[in-house]
């Protein structure tokens, strides 16, 4: 079987986690930062779309993976939710395949033990398969629980292409909700 291209991306209107992988092997992964103070909407998805377009060249992925939002982000967003239209949009233009999942579905699948959290995943990523992001991951568990945790978007990010991977493209004996592979 022909190794897969993945954009995984967590939107965002401030950052955008981004992990780019063929197959397991994690290729790019890291914070892009979006919105600057002063920018409006329309600068907000011009700057977006130069991101994406630029990542798309370079990479040249099949399939794009994107972490859905959540009603209650889409409603007191609109900006994010214009961004995840545009997203979407240039995934269609751009003729790549787009797959979404729920957050937390991911993260369940990732923390197999106890609450499903986003530092427990990040913790389960660079323990079991990324150990060098471990720099990344310290330097968010360091913040105090109401401060932003920078890196926390890249791992939702390359969670997003794990999951894709496990599930999607090589499932392996997993069972009927998925969470448990073995």
Do not use: H
Not at 65 to 80: A, R
Not at 99 to 128: D, H, W
């Amino acid at each position: 079987m022909k190794p897969i291209k993945i954009i995984a991306i967590d939107p965002g209107v401030k950052t955008m986690g981004v992990a780019i992988m063929k197959d397991l092997d994690l290729r790019y992964w890291g914070i892009k930062r979006i919105r600057k103070t002063g920018m409006n909407k329309k600068e907000l998805l011009e700057k977006t779309e130069k991101i994406l377009l630029s990542l798309i060249n370079r990479y040249k992925p099949d399939v794009l993976i994107i972490q859905n939002l959540f009603f209650v982000q889409q409603k007191e967003s609109p900006n994010l939710k214009a961004l995840d239209r545009k997203i979407r949009l240039f995934a269609i233009k751009n003729k790549i395949q787009l797959i979404e999942y729920n957050p937390l579905e991911v993260r369940s699948f990732l923390c197999q033990n106890g609450r499903p959290t986003k530092m427990k995943a990040a913790k389960t990523i660079c323990e079991n398969y990324y150990p060098f992001l471990f720099r990344y991951y310290y330097k968010d568990l360091n913040k105090k629980w109401w401060q932003e945790k920078y890196y926390i978007k890249m791992f939702n990010a390359i969670g997003l292409g794990i999951y894709y991977l496990k599930n999607e493209r090589y499932p392996r004996n997993c069972s009927k909700n998925r969470s448990v592979c073995l």
